[in-house]
C-alpha cells in the first residue's frame, strides 16, 4: 500500500511541476517586447508577437499555448484565453502599445477581417 501511496504522490508531483512549467512558459511567450510603455510608445526592444503563425477562426486568430490558448478576435480586438480548452475567460481589449507595437492589425487584415472599429490610434 505504501508503495502505491508514493506512486501516486510522485505522479501527482510531476503532474503539478509540468501544470506550472506549462503556464510559466505561456505566460512568459505572451510579450517578449520591454519598454515604450508611454505615449508614443517608442525606444521598445524585443520581438514583437507574430500573428502570421497563427491559426485562423472564424472570429480572428488562435494561438495555441501548453496550459493557456489565446484568442484574438480581428472583429473586436478582444482578446481571450481558455485554460485546457475548458475554462474560458476574456482578459482584455488590445492597448494602444499592442496596437502600436505588435501591429495585430496588419495581420487581421490580410486574413479579410475589417479591424477598423478598434485598432485606433493617431500613430497608425
Known sequence: MAL???TF???GTLAILALVLGL???VKNVDNTQGGYEYPFQGWSGTPID???MYQTKEGLFKKGYVVDQLFNCNTGLITWEVFGVIKGQFRLFSERAIVVHKPQDECKARGFNPNSWAKSDLL
Open 51 to 53: 500573428f502570421s503563425v
Open 9 to 11: 504522490s510522485v505522479i
Open 24 to 26: 510559466f512558459m505561456d
Open 4 to 6: 502505491y501511496k508514493s
